[in-house]
């Protein structure tokens, strides 16, 4: 069930009966319209500057700016991609397998207004499943702009300090419209075919974790490891920013998770609780796992796990009590330990700052579990009574939208990456390499 | 006059200078620096991945003293920068032929 599915429009006229006038004419909330600007812009916060601080302060520091900077642009193409054909393409009506071309440019965003007033809109408008908003389009489109945005910069992290940024930019605006948003209108338009079947995301464990670092192990494995890669010292240049960073991650997923209830209510804060709960288990998690494999618990240790925590319990948070998500937390912090730690050297590929290894493997983890510990009543709606609950059926359901969102991202992520290589070429010289992006691709350096 | 010259752990050096100035001990030279020696740096981990630092932070520190007291300098020294552990650093004592105090041109023991 796609989570912005507050009410149908019949369900809603049911419940506010017997004003009709009313129903047939949704009204705007601004208690949720303000939830939701501010989760939008908490949102943003994880890229700029959180995941871009996360992942700079992982890398080497002839590589910091270039790490700094591949964020940031990501956030400036997706914000235009998005505003001319991403969102039309994820959230448009369309069919269960794509949207369409109607808000191509945003074209008709501002039809709602009347005299200076925004409706509420539709979502899925003239389909079998029309959703109800009680925010304004602008505000909806804003916020899954930046869920857009977080996605590809992500998958940054698998081919940290390697990248011709030429390749990052192209790859950017292709991915963003044929990965992202088909697997986004799968999951969460009224009408997506994996959401028609059963499969839940409440807020982006598939869309965004599972999505992003599958096409990070991809890309690690085709761009290679990086020069010196188990021989030098490619130790993190400093571990302050990725804390900073990691730790704005963790403020803005408040707004990630509790803003995909849609506006400000209960499960809002439900989702802000497990949220927290989970983060806090995940890190602990880590921080055991690594106190007992290597004798110390480390500052990169126990922010992975809390990050780790943070993306299991996304597809989650609407969904569990928090006594699942504690457990969502625990399993997802020790998992992503052994996939980024143990597993990743014994397999030999590069994923430089374990985009796979934790938004992968956290991702896939979050959503197996989703289908396990739902809560029927936390979801429930009038038009779906029991709401989801977890059962094997639903294990089933989310293994099955996994697989698929697994499918898509390695294939097409595949394929674009042979295109650009064999075009524009993925990846910068040796000589580039060992001199660093910074002042190579940049012409900056930081002393 | 000697010139010893002593490699220590950056934290002891608060220690080391406590411990010399009784000693009649009048300058004392700091250098942050980095090297290693038998134990050819060390190897940290960061998520599972071992790196390997050649060089590892320590302090230098020059004194120039007297041939009176420069056992006793040294003595001081082996025992305020003593942890017992690998990486405690080194002593070398060497001649110092000329001492020069640029404000008064002083020379020799006098210019100490």
């Known amino acids: 069930m796609p989570r912005f599915r507050v009410a149908s429009v019949a369900a809603l006229a049911f419940a506010i009966a017997p004003d009709a006038a009313l129903a047939a004419t949704p009204q705007i909330d601004t208690g949720d319209t303000a939830w939701m600007l501010v989760s939008t812009a908490l949102v943003l916060l994880m890229t700029i500057p959180g995941l871009g601080l996360f992942y700079a302060g992982m890398v080497r520091k002839k590589n910091v700016l270039a790490t700094l900077i591949q964020s940031f642009a990501i956030c400036c193409i997706v914000s235009l991609v998005w505003m001319v054909a991403g969102y039309s393409l994820a959230f448009g009506t369309g069919t269960p397998w794509i949207g369409d071309f109607s808000r191509v440019m945003l074209h008709g965003i501002a039809d709602h207004f009347h005299h200076g007033v925004d409706d ?7 389909s079998s499943n029309p959703t109800v908003m009680t925010i304004p389009e602008s505000v909806y489109m804003m916020f899954q702009m930046t869920f857009a945005i977080i996605t590809p910069a992500l998958i940054a992290g698998s081919f940290a300090e390697r990248m011709k940024f030429s390749a990052l930019c192209v790859f950017t605006v292709l991915w963003s419209l044929l990965v992202y948003a088909p697997v986004a209108h ?3 338009s009224p009408i997506g075919w994996v959401g028609g079947f059963g499969a839940v995301d409440f807020a982006g464990g598939t869309v965004v974790h599972i ?8 890309t690690a494995l085709v761009i290679g490891k990086r020069n010196g890669y188990k021989q030098d010292d490619l130790s993190p240049f400093n571990l302050t920013y990725a804390i900073i960073g990691a730790a704005l991650l963790w403020v803005g997923w408040f707004g990630f998770n509790a803003g995909s209830a849609g506006g400000a209510n209960g499960r809002a804060g ?26 110390k618990p480390t500052a990169l240790g126990i922010i992975s796990g809390a990050v780790a925590g943070l993306v299991a319990i996304t597809p989650a948070a609407g969904f569990v009590l928090p006594g699942a998500a504690v457990l ?4 997802a912090g020790g998992i992503c330990f052994w996939a980024s730690v143990i597993l990743k050297h014994r397999l030999g590929y590069d994923d430089s700052l374990d985009a796979f290894g934790v938004h992968g493997v956290g991702g896939i983890t979050g959503a197996l579990l989703t289908g396990l510990f739902a809560y029927g009543p936390l979801s429930a709606t009038d038009a779906n009574p029991s709401g989801t609950v977890g059962s094997l059926v639903q294990f089933v359901r ?7 969102t697994i499918v898509w991202s390695v294939v097409v992520t595949y394929l674009l990456l042979k295109a650009i290589d064999l075009t524009i070429g993925l990846r910068v010289s040796r000589e580039a390499e060992l001199e660093g992006l910074d002042m190579v691709l940049h012409g900056e350096r930081i002393n | 006059m000697k010139l010893v010259t002593a490699i220590i752990k950056p934290f002891k050096l608060d220690d080391v200078r406590e411990a010399l100035t009784p000693l009649g001990v009048q300058g004392l030279t700091v250098t942050e620096i980095r090297g290693f020696g038998r134990q050819k740096g060390q190897t940290e981990i960061y998520r599972g991945a071992e790196y390997h630092v050649s060089f590892l932070p320590k302090v230098k520190i020059e004194i120039a003293v007297s041939e009176a007291i420069v056992d006793e300098v040294v003595e001081t020294i082996l025992s305020a920068a003593h ?19 640029i404000r008064t041109r002083e020379t020799g023991e006098g210019a100490l």
Do not use: C, Y
């Open chain 1, 120 to 126: 509420a809109f539709v979502l899925g408008a003239g």
């Open chain 1, 186 to 188: 799968w999951v969460w």
């Open chain 1, 211 to 218: 999505n992003s670092g599958i096409a990070g192990l991809v």
């Open chain 1, 270 to 295: 439900m989702a802000m609780l497990t949220t927290q709960v989970a983060a806090a288990a995940g890190g602990l998690a880590w921080m055991i796992a690594e106190w007992i494999h290597s004798r």
């Open chain 1, 328 to 331: 969502i937390g625990l399993i």
């Open chain 1, 398 to 404: 989310q293994a099955e939208a996994v697989g698929i």
């Open chain 2, 83 to 101: 942890t017992g552990k690998i990486g405690d650093g080194k002593i070398f004592v060497s001649p110092l032929d000329r001492v020069i105090r």
